[in-house]
């Protein structure tokens, strides 16, 4: 049966017991939901930990783990951009863990395999580009390249190359529906509606675009 921590009854067991026994006693309950998959609650079990005990480098390890795993389960989901976030906290955690032990090889190791995963994203960007430049830009090639940016979180440089690919193929209804949809995902309805304006007259037939236009509220096209 697992036992539920209320901020009280850890309040109270500082006070009873000092900081080691339940700075232990939380750190036990934070492996518990780290290994039944409950990645949130269990960063939360160790950073109350740290909160008593700041510079344990077993909390600080545990923490980066469950990190980790969160951030495979966003990749999983599609969510780079809060993935790459995840895996950027576990690489400061076990930095500190480091810190505080410098031969901690399981947080050595686990460091290494936190910035491989990190990495997955700068070669997969890596591998567009290197397409674009054997097949020359399309609009296919930098709308894939923008979709890599937004996953990432960087959306300056996705704007600027969903922009790219309309003006490659101005007369491409997919390309203007892509940026259409981008413009909608970032609260820019004005030039969603526009990009998608321009999709619907060069295709009236091209997919989600009339659908995206109604929950606009810009149906029929003026």
């Known amino acids: 049966m697992r036992t539920v921590w209320s901020g009280a009854a850890i309040a109270c067991l500082v006070v009873l017991s000092g900081c080691g026994p339940v700075v232990k006693e939380v750190n036990q309950e934070g492996l518990r939901d780290h290994y039944a998959g409950r990645y949130v609650e269990a960063i939360g079990m160790f950073k109350t930990a740290l909160e008593k005990d700041p510079g344990r480098p077993s ?38 863990a480091i810190a505080q032990f410098p031969n901690y090889d399981e947080a050595i190791q686990a460091r290494a395999k936190a910035l491989a995963m990190r990495g997955e994203y700068d070669k997969s960007l890596k591998s567009v580009k290197q397409t674009m430049d054997l097949l020359g ?55 969603a509606v526009d990009e998608l304006t321009r999709a619907y007259r060069l295709n009236p037939q091209e997919s989600g675009v009339e659908a995206q236009l109604k929950v606009l509220g810009a149906w029929p096209p003026q």
């Open 137 to 191: 830009p399309t609009a296919k090639n930098k709308i894939t390249l923008a979709q890599q940016y937004e996953q990432a979180g960087d959306f300056d440089n996705a704007l600027l190359t969903y922009r790219q690919a309309v003006a490659i193929e101005p007369l491409n209804a997919w390309a203007h529906a892509e940026c259409g949809r981008f413009y909608k995902r970032i609260d820019r309805r004005k030039d």
């Open 59 to 96: 909390t600080l390890y545990y923490m980066g783990r469950s990190y980790m795993c969160l951030a495979e389960e966003r990749f999983r989901d599609g969510n780079a951009r809060m993935a790459r976030r995840n895996l950027d906290d576990a690489v400061y955690a076990f930095d500190r």
